[in-house]
């Protein structure tokens, strides 16, 4: 079976540019969630989509979106991009049940210039 | 405010003996705690998780122990072997979120040697 997928693997962007990650989850996974990772911080819960809805967000400012597709890949996108926006991008799919543990993808490393 | 905590950044054993890892969590309402490990260049990956209805976990060289009380949960991984040395993460979901909110430690480096 295969695994989570994430594209790009590594992207420079230009601070205030927007950008688009995408996301494929396992077959069968209809949740999708997104996580930040930065140097220190662990690992920050961004939102969460199932079955095409957005079903749990974390504390982010709007400029962090996403949405999923009715075969449940996931595009995250962040709007005019801060410094602070540099960081490591995970993608994770479960079936969605309570206690259904993540599996995640190897992630998009954004560095913001 | 970190409201799960992994305070020893790293820790080094030697091949065959025991890594104990720990974590603390602040929050009452945290009522299914993971692990995850996470090589360089890769995601995290699961290796066990314990529900706040029971205060052990074992699956083979893994155990995981939950003291509700002292809201502390340990990893055990006997014997260690030098392909365990990765960056090892704590999580925690809460009544009201969906196993998909979790909530990490800041994660443990251990190095296994030889």
Known sequence: KA???????????????????????????????????TPGQGLQFLF????????????FP??????????????????TLELG????????SSLGGRLSPLHFGNGTRLTVT | DQQVKQNSPSLSVQEGRISILN?????????????????????PTFLISISSIKDKNE?????????????????HIVPSQPGDSAVYFCAASGTTGTASKLTFGTGTRLQVTL
């Open chain 1, 62 to 79: 709007g400029r962090f979106s996403g949405r999923q597709f009715s075969n449940s890949r996931s595009e995250m996108n962040v709007s």
């Open chain 1, 3 to 37: 695994g989570v997928t994430q594209t790009p693997r590594y992207l420079i962007k230009t601070r205030g540019q927007q950008v688009t990650l995408s996301c494929s989850p396992i077959s069968g996974h209809r949740s999708v969630s997104w996580y930040q990772q």
């Open chain 2, 23 to 43: 974590c603390d969590y602040t929050n009452s309402m945290f009522d299914y705690f993971l692990w995850y490990k996470k090589y360089p260049a890769e995601g």
């Open chain 1, 48 to 59: 969460e989509y199932f079955s095409e809805t957005q079903r749990n967000k974390g504390n």
């Open chain 1, 85 to 92: 926006d540099s960081a490591l991008y995970l993608c994770a």
């Open chain 2, 59 to 75: 699956d083979g060289r893994f155990t995981v122990f939950l003291n509700k009380s002292a809201k502390h949960l340990s990893l």
